[in-house]
């Protein structure tokens, strides 16, 4: 028998991708027991500003930097899926990779403010989600009424560790805290996407072409 492919999924912005995104998937996938993480790099996030938000081309091209030779995946799929929300980009990527087993990857800074994003409950009730630890975070994700509704689904990561568990699963990971933050980085460099070349590119998951028509291409908005 053939076992699932255990996949970490982290989305994000990716504006830009940083090191701080390689130490916490590389530390989620040893605590998890992960074969890979996939880095979904959204086209856009409701939540989030639209002003400072470089292009999808260039944060894809920085999330490939910092993936380099380490078991990590970049994909602009949500682009390809046409999907809005995280709930229905989860069930799209259940459905086309069903030999796979997907763990989804937060910040606690999103678990803070998980109970705003569309059917949040769906997404607990798809797929065990893994809380990374952020300096700041912790309170206002204990505090937060997606936690409220999780803390009776926690185990321990050694648990899932084991193997396959079923949603909704909670686990909390906690190491060293990591300053670094895509937002002090644009501070220091507000230029950064600029230094990134144009030209075909072809997604790590999909293995097809992207962002190969028109470089300047812009994607509508995905949360």
């Given at each position: 028998m053939t076992l699932p492919v255990r996949t970490g999924l982290?989305?994000?912005?990716?504006?830009?991708?940083?090191?701080g995104h390689r130490r916490i998937s590389l530390f989620?996938?040893?605590?998890?027991?992960?074969?890979?993480?996939?880095?979904?790099?959204?086209p856009g996030n409701p939540l989030k500003p639209k002003q400072g938000m470089s292009s999808h081309e260039a944060r894809y091209r920085s999330a490939l930097a910092q993936s380099r030779r380490a078991p990590i995946r970049v994909t602009a799929i949500e682009a390809e899926l046409g999907t809005r929300y995280t709930v229905d980009t989860l069930g799209a990527l259940a459905r086309r990779y069903p030999k796979r087993e997907f763990i989804w990857l937060m910040g606690a800074d999103n678990l803070a403010t998980f109970h705003k994003?569309?059917?949040?409950?769906?997404?607990?009730?798809?797929?065990?989600?893994a809380v990374?630890?952020?300096?700041?975070?912790?309170?206002?994700?204990?505090?937060?009424?997606?936690?409220?509704?999780?803390?009776?689904h926690q185990v321990p990561a050694s648990a899932l560790k084991q193997g396959p568990r079923s949603a909704p699963t909670l686990v909390s990971l906690r190491f060293?805290?990591?300053?670094?933050?895509?937002?002090?980085?644009?501070?220091?460099?507000?230029?950064?996407?600029?230094?990134?070349?144009?030209?075909p590119l072809f997604d790590q998951v999909t293995h097809r072409a992207?962002?190969?028509?028109?470089?300047?291409?812009?994607?509508r908005p995905s949360a």
């Open positions: 982290l989305g994000g912005s990716f504006n830009p991708a940083h090191g989620a996938l040893e605590a998890l027991g992960l074969d890979e993480i996939w880095w979904l790099v959204s994003w569309k059917a949040w409950r769906d997404i607990a009730n798809s797929m065990p989600i990374i630890a952020r300096p700041g975070y912790d309170t206002a994700a204990v505090a937060s009424p997606a936690m409220a509704w999780l803390r009776g060293d805290p990591d300053p670094r933050s895509a937002t002090a980085l644009r501070r220091a460099d507000p230029d950064w996407a600029c230094r990134y070349p144009h030209g992207i962002f190969s028509e028109n470089p300047h291409r812009r994607h």
